[in-house]
């Protein structure tokens, strides 16, 4: 599996944020995908979350602000980001649950490499 996540940068508070993440890979089927950000000396937290059939799950902070779609044809996730504030600087994971249809069955989760959102004026 390879996840390519794009979209990242700096923005204004109060500005909006587009991030994708495409999955790509044989054989392959993806579940749940979603995004989790991390924070200089902070863990990673939840962002969003949306199962393959479209269930959302969205984490406290960014409920309200944040959208995040799929589109299953493509194995592509995207998280809109409106109402930015400076709180939500960090970098941003997005991650895959996925089946792999090899010699044997494997179910697994794979993280992107993480795009910087910078929020500041």
């Known amino acids: 599996v390879q996840l390519q996540a794009s979209g990242g940068g700096l923005v204004q508070p109060g500005g909006s944020l587009r991030l994708s993440c495409a999955a790509s890979g044989s054989r392959l089927r993806i579940d749940d995908m979603g995004w989790y950000r991390q924070a200089p000396n902070q863990q990673r937290e939840l962002v969003a979350t949306?199962?393959?059939?479209?269930?959302?799950n969205y984490g406290v902070s960014v409920k309200d602000r944040f959208t995040i779609s799929r589109d299953n044809a493509k194995n592509t996730v995207y998280l809109q980001m409106n109402s930015l504030k400076p709180e939500d600087t960090a970098v941003y994971y997005c991650?895959?649950?996925?089946?792999?249809?090899?010699?044997?069955?494997?179910?697994?989760?794979?993280w992107g490499q993480g795009t910087q959102v910078t929020v500041s004026s």
């Open positions: 991650y895959a649950n996925y089946v792999y249809f090899g010699r044997e069955v494997e179910a697994g989760k794979h």
């Open positions: 949306s199962t393959h059939d479209g269930r959302l």
